[in-house]
């Protein structure tokens, strides 16, 4: 389900993009205007050097934030793989063990499952304090006391010696499956440094400034090249938010979430 706060933020960022940059495009224009009165020739010439040099910056700078967005949306499908492969092994393995720390390990691996696909489902949310996603206290609290009562129990099964050959094995896999769920979480706070988007949201309203400057030598101003120009940098500033955070917004993650519910769903 789409988090309705976190819409209502990227689209008040685009929005508000949208409408800064036709104003500052109207801005530049007359400001242009005045330059070109001022110094008696019909094209700002010698200023292209600037102008290039600002959208060159701007591109730049949004090349970068578009590909770090996609690394990182790309990072969390391969950590849910990750998770979804170390519980698996680990679930599998538990059957080395005898009953009835078999059965018991394994239902609450089946517990522990559950609980964190109801926490990517349900239990993310934004916060607009923190400018960032946060997980259920709840949720969390659940997740900690499983992982506690597995560990322990695991190790309270290991403890006679004809087990050791055996817990070798189902150890380390228990171990990597809370490593993966401790990455895979980490993965939500693991964003730009928030000065990196007001330097490219700065940089595009300078931008708009000196496109609608060089546009102070035409006779009308053209609100087609104004909307389009204002509206491809809005929708880019969207979709990079949106990126960043791939379980509250249109852009998801959810697609990869089957290979957990399956898994789930072999669980016996």
């Known amino acids: ?8 933020f990227s689209l008040a960022v685009g929005v508000t993009f949208f409408v800064s940059s036709l104003v500052l495009m109207n801005l530049g224009r007359r400001l242009g205007a005045h330059y070109l009165i001022r110094e008696g020739n019909p094209t700002a010439s010698g200023l ?28 969390r499908k391969q950590l849910i793989l990750q998770e979804i492969n170390a519980i698996g092994t680990a679930y599998d393995r538990l059957d080395l063990l005898e009953n009835p720390a078999r059965l018991e390990l ?3 691996m089946k517990a522990y499952l559950r609980d ?5 489902q349900k239990g993310i949310s934004f916060s607009f304090r923190q400018g960032a996603e946060v997980a259920s206290e709840d949720r969390l609290a659940r997740l900690s ?4 009562a597995i560990w322990d129990g695991a190790l309270t099964a290991c403890a006679p010696a004809d087990k050791k050959p055996v817990c070798i094995l189902i150890l380390p896999s228990l171990n990597s499956t809370f490593d993966a769920g ?4 980490g993965a939500n706070e693991r964003h730009p440094p928030h000065v990196l988007y007001v330097m490219l949201f700065g940089l595009g309203l300078g931008g708009s400034l000196l496109a609608g400057f060089g546009m102070a ?23 990079v938010t949106d990126l960043e955070y791939p379980r509250l917004g249109l ?15 072999q669980m016996q």
């Open 217 to 239: 030598a035409t006779k009308t101003r053209s609100w087609v090249h104004m909307m389009i120009f204002a509206a491809a940098l809005a929708v880019a500033l969207f979709v």
């Open 106 to 108: 394994k239902s609450a």
């Open 251 to 265: 852009i998801r993650v959810d697609s990869f979430d089957h290979f957990t519910k399956a898994l789930y769903d």
């Open 182 to 185: 401790q990455l895979r979480d």
């Open 116 to 120: 964190r696909i109801d926490l990517y």
């Open 1 to 8: 389900m789409i988090e309705v706060a976190f819409l209502l």
């Open 48 to 75: 292209n050097t600037v102008e290039g040099a600002v959208f060159a910056l701007m591109g730049l700078v949004l090349a970068f934030a578009i590909s770090g967005a996609l690394q990182r949306f790309d990072e």
């Open 145 to 148: 006391e499983l992982k506690t």
